[in-house]
């Protein structure tokens, strides 16, 4: 523990005394104010006024011991520049462990500290966020609700069912899952405007979007990409998207390095939320990190879509370094 330093209390004597007097009835006898006032014959108001004075000037010096985290300076950092509603970095993973498994195990204790009875969690797509139940636990059952962020049915283009991890994450917290029971992904819009006008699909878009949490990831716009690896973008639509200033995507919506929408082929094929859904959320949470995702972080932030961030160490430093 670090001892705070020794202030020198730059008041009259008889007013030091009088204000430790009062700070030790309040902070170490637990004495309300109006108590304190009738024992030492004061009004409430001088009793308030001489408690401030007793902050302001030192005599009472108060120390926040938070957990013992070894990146909480840089969490601090990261939050303040880049005006985060909450942050959680991790060291970087060691040789024999991948980044996403790290991600993924912040990821779950992060949204498990967070849930709350009747509370609805919306869940995106991806492969980190995949991971996330195999280290979610909870003490006890948490009667809340998650919701997919997309559509993961099966598509004719890509497996994405395989990363729905909604089921399994309410099954372990004990509560229940929405699904959103259509293709994250169809041939045409008319498919698309057809399956949304179901009433089930409808209902199910509508829990989502009004989810106060929402937890997803952000894609970049390289050979890495999901969408191009499962076929639903080909080599030329990805590289006609990079010229056209796209540097990631959410919830497979693309976007350029200030935020703002890129147009591209799947959006009137895409059943799911928007990037406007994720930035009306209390709280939208990105799950990231690395080189290649750095661009398409600071750009989900500074679009308004991400408030908070679960990363790793070299990750924040490099988003730090190079700012808002």
């Not at 969490?75 to 005006?83: C, D, H, I, T, V």
């Not at 099966?154 to 372990?172: I, Q, W």
């Not at 259509?182 to 009433?199: G, H, I, M, N, Q």
């Amino acid at each position: 523990m670090v001892t705070p330093p020794i202030r020198k209390i730059d008041l009259p004597l008889a007013e030091h005394r009088l204000c430790a007097r009062v700070a030790r009835l309040y902070y170490e006898s637990d004495m309300t104010q109006e108590r304190i006032a009738d024992l030492m014959v004061l009004s409430r108001m001088k009793v308030n006024r001489l408690l401030s004075l007793a902050l302001r000037t030192g005599i009472v010096q108060i120390q926040i011991i938070g957990p013992d985290e070894s990146h909480g300076d840089l969490q601090q950092s990261l939050m303040s520049a880049f005006g985060l509603r909450d942050a959680r970095v991790v060291s970087d993973p060691l040789p024999e462990q991948s980044l996403r498994s790290v991600l993924a195990r912040a990821a779950a204790e992060w949204l498990a500290e967070r849930l709350a009875p009747d509370l609805v969690v919306g869940v995106g797509l991806g492969r980190t966020i995949a991971l996330i139940h195999e280290t979610f636990a909870v003490p006890r059952p948490v009667p809340c609700c998650f919701v997919t962020l997309e559509g993961v049915g099966v598509s004719p283009k890509a497996g994405f069912a395989a990363y729905d991890v909604t089921s399994r994450l309410a099954e372990a917290a004990g509560g229940r899952a929405e699904i959103i029971s259509a293709p994250t992904f169809v041939s045409t819009r008319v498919v698309r405007d057809a399956l949304v006008a179901e009433p089930s699909v409808q209902a199910s878009l509508q829990i989502a979007r009004a989810a106060p949490l929402m937890i997803q990831s952000v894609g970049s716009v390289t050979a890495d990409s999901l969408l191009l690896q499962h076929g639903t973008l080909t080599k030329e639509s990805l590289a006609a998207l990079r010229k056209a200033g796209a540097v990631g995507d959410a919830l497979g919506h693309f976007f350029d390095a200030n935020g703002e929408p890129v147009p591209a082929p799947t959006d009137e094929l895409h059943i799911g939320l928007t990037l406007d859904d994720l930035r009306k959320s209390a709280t939208s949470a990105v799950v990231a990190g690395g080189e290649e995702k750095v661009l398409a972080i600071r750009a989900a932030i500074r679009g308004g879509f991400a408030n908070a961030l679960i990363t790793n160490a070299a990750t924040a430093s490099t988003l730090i370094d190079l700012g808002l």
